[in-house]
């Protein structure tokens, strides 16, 4: 089911003056409607789900707008596979809008949750007892970040190695952290992955580092440029996507990918990331988040 995304170096000022060469995975091309990550990410989970054929559908979980559960829902639609969601509902604001919409008319069952029982899903213990009739199905973490996830995403950088050799920076979006262990998973010695936190927390780096157990001191977990946390999308970062665009035609979602290019912007301008390196950025997609941006 997975296609091929193309490797485009990109033509920006800052990145020309400074010498350093930016390629963009563009996983946001991977498929019109399940771009990015969150096609890497299914694609060995829908696999698992079929080749077992001990369940009798999928559950997840994500936010109102979450691109994973998008995704989700699309992908089980098109494999005919019972899909539950359990959907956060934000005080019960947030049970109408274009991402749910879609994800209705694709035939997912949505069970909506408070923001106290959200706080729960990474608890098995208590999901598992709460939704006990779906004890049978195959129960996917949010952001579909499974440890089948990595595999598929590994292969956004593996399928550049025939190209490319080896890259200086390789810099990817975080939330979960699955993304960042996935590319982990496949980089080399003499490569540096830096992951860019698109949330606020304190020890979250140390936290999404010991979860997805990547040790390497060649990863790093940046978390100085969430611009006031998940979704919070300031004109400055408005500004500067708007720029970025007008001059490379690249689309970047605020939420993720933009809070990374931005960063890695910073790096080449202060010079920690120096003339004549060669950059690999993944674009995981997420452009239909805009929707949810964009009624804020
Ligand atoms: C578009 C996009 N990029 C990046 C991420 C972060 O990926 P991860 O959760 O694997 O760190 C997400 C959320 O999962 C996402 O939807």
Same mark, same amino acid.
């Given at each position: 089911m997975?296609?091929?995304s193309?490797?485009?170096?990109i033509?920006y000022?800052?990145?020309?003056?400074?010498?350093v060469?930016?390629?963009v995975?563009?996983?946001? $091309?991977?498929?019109? #409607? #399940?771009?990015?990550? *969150?096609?890497?990410?299914?694609k060995?989970?829908?696999?698992?789900?079929?080749?077992?054929?001990?369940?009798?559908?999928?559950v997840?979980?994500?936010g109102a707008f979450s691109?994973?559960?998008?995704?989700?829902?699309?992908?089980?639609?098109?494999?005919?596979i019972p899909?539950?969601?359990?959907v956060?509902?934000?005080?019960g604001?947030?049970?109408?809008?274009?991402t749910?919409?879609?994800?209705?008319q694709?035939?997912?069952?949505?069970?909506?949750?408070?923001?106290?029982?959200?706080?729960?899903?990474?608890?098995?213990?208590w999901y598992?007892? $709460?939704?006990?009739?779906?004890?049978?199905?195959?129960?996917?973490? $949010?952001g579909?970040?499974?440890?089948?996830?990595?595999?598929? #995403?590994?292969?956004?950088l593996?399928e550049?190695?025939?190209?490319?050799?080896s890259?200086?920076?390789?810099?990817?979006?975080v939330?979960?952290?699955?993304t960042?262990?996935?590319?982990?998973?496949?980089?080399?010695s003499e490569?540096?992955?830096w992951?860019?936190s698109?949330?606020k927390?304190?020890?979250?780096?140390?936290?999404?580092?010991?979860?997805?157990?990547?040790?390497?001191?060649?990863?790093?977990?940046?978390?100085?440029?969430?611009?006031?946390?998940?979704g919070?999308?300031?004109?400055?970062?408005?500004?500067f996507? *708007? $720029?970025?665009?007008?001059?490379?035609?690249?689309?970047?979602?605020?939420?993720?990918?933009?809070k990374?290019?931005?960063a890695?912007?910073?790096?080449?301008?202060?010079?920690l990331?120096a003339?004549?390196?060669? #950059?690999?950025?993944?674009h995981?997609?997420g452009?239909?988040g805009w929707?949810?941006y964009?009624?804020?």
């Amino acid at each position: 089911m997975l296609g091929f995304s193309p490797l485009e170096r990109i033509d920006y000022s800052l990145f020309n003056e400074n010498g350093v060469s930016v390629f963009v995975k563009r996983d946001d $091309e991977l498929h019109p #409607v #399940v771009s990015g990550n *969150k096609f890497r990410k299914l694609k060995y989970i829908i696999e698992e789900y079929k080749t077992t054929q001990s369940y009798k559908g999928i559950v997840s979980f994500g936010g109102a707008f979450s691109n994973h559960i998008h995704a989700l829902a699309y992908l089980c639609r098109q494999e005919n596979i019972p899909c539950v969601l359990l959907v956060r509902s934000a005080g019960g604001k947030a049970r109408e809008n274009p991402t749910l919409d879609d994800v209705r008319q694709w035939g997912a069952d949505l069970i909506f949750l408070s923001d106290g029982q959200y706080k729960q899903r990474a608890n098995p213990s208590w999901y598992e007892k $709460e939704f006990s009739q779906y004890s049978d199905y195959l129960w996917i973490p $949010e952001g579909g970040s499974h440890p089948l996830s990595l595999r598929g #995403v590994a292969e956004s950088l593996s399928e550049t190695r025939e190209e490319f050799d080896s890259f200086n920076y390789i810099i990817c979006p975080v939330g979960t952290g699955a993304t960042l262990a996935g590319l982990a998973s496949v980089m080399k010695s003499e490569e540096e992955l830096w992951g860019i936190s698109a949330l606020k927390g304190s020890q979250f780096d140390q936290s999404i580092k010991r979860h997805w157990q990547l040790e390497s001191h060649h990863i790093k977990i940046l978390t100085q440029w969430h611009f006031g946390g998940y979704g919070k999308a300031p004109t400055r970062l408005q500004e500067f996507l *708007k $720029e970025f665009y007008r001059q490379t035609g690249l689309l970047l979602d605020p939420i993720y990918n933009g809070k990374s290019m931005f960063a890695l912007c910073e790096m080449i301008k202060c010079g920690l990331i120096a003339r004549g390196n060669t #950059v690999f950025f993944l674009h995981t997609g997420g452009l239909q988040g805009w929707r949810g941006y964009q009624n804020k």
